[in-house]
């Protein structure tokens, strides 16, 4: 439950700073059955973006990037392509995939009163 409810809100961030960068939202949670699409934009240069969000609170086991492993890209890929071929939409200007690294960090006690 815990980690359900901290991806949610790295997505939440994810999705505000995507806007704030000039994206538009095209879907999220796209699901297909090769794999599940973060969020999928068209970036403000046409291009249509399909970005897997990775939120972590500690570097224990890497950073949030680290986790998008060769086996993960693949279904990324897969589910991409899949989107792309069931879409009504025509892309112009190409696509890509990208990986947004969302890191909570709290740190306590930074002065003491």
């Not at 249509?48 to 086996?71: A, H, I, M, W, Y």
Request: proline share 3%.
């Amino acid at each position: 439950m815990y980690n359900q409810k901290l991806g949610k809100i790295g997505e939440d961030l994810a999705l505000s700073y995507l806007i704030k960068q000039g994206h538009k939202i095209v879907s999220t949670n796209f699901r297909s059955p090769y794999g599940e699409v973060d969020v999928i934009s068209i970036s403000p240069s046409n291009q249509l973006v399909f970005s897997e969000v990775k939120t972590r609170t500690c570097n224990n086991f890497g950073s949030p990037q680290d986790s998008v492993n060769r086996l993960k890209r693949l279904r990324i890929i897969k589910t991409a392509l899949y989107f792309i071929n069931q879409s009504s939409k025509k892309i112009t200007h190409g696509w890509r995939i990208d990986v947004i690294s969302v890191q909570l960090n709290h740190i306590k006690n930074i002065s003491d009163g």
